[in-house]
Nanobody, 115 residues
Framework: QVQLVESGGGLVQSGGSLRLSCTAA????????MAWYRQAPGQQRELVATISSDGRTGYADSGKGRFTISRDNAKNTVYLQMNSLKPEDTAVYYCNVAFNKFNFWGQGTQVTVSS
């Protein structure tokens, strides 16, 4: 079955950096768009970034210029490099794939940015 496992979250000071990883299994990873979402307490889950099978990327305004999404198809892994982090980036970050008309999510990784 489809599995998405995120890692790399943690506590960081404002202005710091983190790199999130999501390792996938159970579907042909290299052919699918992968995405990162986040959900802050009391808020709806929101899209952060996407990367297509051929490496084209897209970003929400909140992360443009600070976040970089990338993928390593040989490792079935998608990354989110986050720089210049702000307290408002604090959220649980989720990896996502839409496969066979279903949305699949990882368990999430907590990112906390202190001011």
């Amino acid at each position: 079955q489809v599995q998405l496992v995120e890692s790399g979250g943690g506590l960081v000071q404002s202005g710091g950096s983190l790199r999130l990883s999501c390792t996938a299994a159970g579907f042909p990873f290299s052919f699918y768009v992968m995405a990162w979402y986040r959900q802050a307490p009391g808020q709806q889950r929101e899209l952060v970034a996407t990367i297509s099978s051929d490496g084209r990327t897209g970003y929400a305004d909140s992360g443009k210029g600070r976040f970089t999404i990338s993928r390593d198809n040989a490792k079935n892994t998608v990354y989110l490099q986050m720089n210049s982090l702000k307290p408002e980036d604090t959220a649980v970050y989720y990896c996502n794939v839409a496969f066979n008309k279903f949305n699949f999510w990882g368990q999430g990784t907590q990112v906390t940015v202190s001011s």
